[in-house]
């Protein structure tokens, strides 16, 4: 299950986010994921589960945001969104396209942390 490895850098990578903030819970992760990333949801989440166990992270949330395909498209010079993965036509001109500017994201968006109480104020 690929999507146990992808998770599992993710959780790596907002641990040592985390860590620069002392006592801090991490509550939310948001993720950018690209309509051609091929992850499924429901898996990105079920693996979340396991992945974040005994970490910072465990009992956070994990939201997924799926961005739509974005070509741009030559004849109408302009970028396009696509209504779904199947065609990599124009929905405007119905001619091909080929240069995706958008679709096979996989960032984490934002990570929201919860501080605890004795954090000190920054000077
Ligand atoms: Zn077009």
Known sequence: MHELSIVASIVDTVTESAAAYKGARVVEVRLRVGALA???EDSL???????T???????SRLVV??????MHCVPCGADVELEGVQSFRCPKCGEPCF?????????????EIDEMD?????R
């Open 38 to 40: 091929s992850v499924v």
């Open 45 to 51: 989440q079920f693996c979340y589960g396991i992945a």
């Open 53 to 59: 166990e005994g970490t910072a992270l465990e009992g």
């Open 65 to 70: 945001n799926v961005l739509p395909v974005v």
């Open 99 to 111: 240069d995706l500017r958008q679709g096979r994201e996989l960032e984490i968006e934002a990570i």
């Open 118 to 122: 004795e954090v000190e104020e920054k």
